[in-house]
């Protein structure tokens, strides 16, 4: 199921690259705007060190981030079924919708209308808006197919009785978790996992696959500038954000209650693809130009689509998952904090 999401996703961004790369955009941009020289900070010889504990303390800021909630059995206040758990999960989840609104899509709207590029498309309609939109939408409908088709796949065929009570009804009450009989005579479905489980490891693997999706195109863009300056601040800003990130992540592959196996291979994937980003970027670094038209139109669009994918996330199956859950909604104290 894992594989079919991210098929789709990467047919949808493809889609997308493929229909704006072809643009005659690329070849008509103003020219001078990939060249660095006036600025002091290039200095590729400063920026390799950088790169190097930068790839090592995000690393290591991430494994942090994602592997506590993992181990929440020997830190007490990330049990799953605790107030604190669910109060650091949200602050982790308002971390990932700030990335998104903040930090990403603000980067994608100054990348697709830089100078650099011409005004006919790029600056006569907003590109990234609209991607992060369609981004959204995606993921909305990434997120509600593989819920039925986890929810149909974990359904047993249902037992009929002579009232007429259809196969659809019954998934249908099995969907909304009222697995009891209302006196009628009809044996109910049954599911292989509890329904609340199953949206807990949708939400998992749809979190991980935004994240992961973000930190290829900010790794990539680390590894591949030789901006000493703003590497030094990418370092600060990417260590905080991943912290939390992981955390956010890392609770939700706790509640979705996978084998050890997946969870650790989730948490190690969300660590390392940064790094790896960084070093890709190390490679291309030779031949990659930040203000390049190929590279901002590129850049801002992947940004804008993470940004989406982020966004719908961090509101809808995260933070609106717990505001509107029993825990805070039966506790006044909670609310209050």
């Known amino acids: 199921m894992a594989t079919t ?7 949808y961004i493809l889609v997308i690259l493929f229909t ?10 103003p ?17 390799l060190p950088l790169k190097i504990v930068a790839i090592v303390t995000i690393l290591t800021t991430s494994l942090i981030g994602v592997m506590a909630p993992l181990f929440s059995s020997y830190i007490s206040f990330l049990r799953p079924d605790g107030h604190s758990f669910m109060i650091v999960k949200c602050f982790a989840s308002g971390i990932i919708l700030g990335t998104g609104f903040v930090h990403v899509l603000p980067d994608s709207f100054e990348m697709l209308s830089s100078e650099c590029l011409s005004d006919d498309p790029w600056h006569k309609f907003p590109f990234g808006g609209f991607v992060a ?7 909305l409908a990434i997120d509600s197919i593989t819920t039925s ?13 002579v009232c007429g009570y259809d196969q659809e009804k019954a998934i249908h009450t099995v969907g909304h978790n009222h697995n009891h009989s209302h006196g009628h005579g009809v044996v109910p479905a049954t599911t292989k996992d509890d329904p609340q489980l199953l949206r ?22 680390l590894g591949a500038t030789n901006d000493a300056c703003t590497i030094k601040g990418l370092i ?49 670094s030779s031949i990659y130009r930040d203000n390049s038209p190929t590279a901002l139109i590129t850049t801002g669009l992947l940004s804008a689509c993470s940004a989406g994918m982020l966004i719908y996330m ?4 995260l933070l609106a998952t717990e505001f509107m859950g029993s825990m805070i909604q039966g506790s006044i104290k909670l609310h209050n904090r």
């Open 149 to 161: 088709l986890y929810t149909i796949k974990n359904v047993d065929e249902p037992v009929l009785d």
């Open 31 to 47: 020219q001078g705007c990939d060249s660095g020289a006036e600025n002091p900070c290039i200095d590729k010889a400063k920026a």
């Open 5 to 11: 999401k991210l098929v789709m996703k990467v047919v």
């Open 314 to 317: 961090a509101l809808v199956d």
């Open 200 to 221: 807990y490891r949708i939400i998992a693997m749809v979190l991980e696959l935004g994240i992961l999706f973000h930190s290829v195109v900010i790794g990539l863009s």
């Open 133 to 139: 939109m369609l981004s959204g939408l995606a993921t």
């Open 20 to 29: 704006f790369t072809i643009s005659p955009a690329i070849s008509t941009a």
């Open 236 to 284: 600060i800003a990417l260590c905080f954000h991943h912290l939390f990130e992981g955390i956010g992540l890392g609770g939700c592959i706790l509640q979705a209650d996978f084998t050890n196996m997946k969870k650790f291979s989730m948490a190690f994937f969300f660590a390392g693809t940064t790094p790896c980003g960084i070093f890709l970027g190390i490679a291309l």
